[in-house]
């Protein structure tokens, strides 16, 4: 079982910045893409940047131009850099790993994981 842990969350003005961190219980070089997703109330959860293990990355249009993603394999973390924040940008923001998997029991697979998010709140 693989834990995520978000971290970096918090109240910031519009316009601020903020960096989301999020550490896997084990090595992320297999997984394959990772991400941040975010969930506003009455919303559903939404993409907003994620990053394969050559270092591809795709953002939602939304954040394209003030988000950044990162990942750094030896220390088994991702970021997100949140620059020009805006009220919208505030949600509960998740971090996602998925893997393929190919066992003997179930065959080829893609399992994801997902933390227990980290709350984003931009005040106008």
């Known amino acids: 079982q693989v834990q995520l842990v978000e971290s970096g969350g918090g109240l910031v003005q519009a316009g601020g910045s903020l960096i989301l961190s999020c550490a896997a219980s084990?090595?992320?070089?297999?997984?394959?893409?990772m991400g941040w997703y975010r969930q506003a109330p009455g919303k559903q959860r939404e993409l907003v940047a994620k990053i394969t293990r050559d270092g591809t990355t795709n953002y939602a249009d939304s954040v394209m131009g003030r988000f950044s993603i990162s990942r750094d394999n030896t220390k088994d973390m991702i970021y997100l850099r949140m620059d020009r924040l805006r009220p919208d940008d505030t949600a509960v923001y998740y971090c996602n790993a998925q893997v393929l998997l190919d066992t003997i029991i179930a065959g080829i697979h893609r399992e994801e994981y997902w933390g227990q998010g980290t709350q984003v709140t931009v005040s106008p």
């Open positions: 084990r090595r992320i070089s297999t997984f394959n893409p």
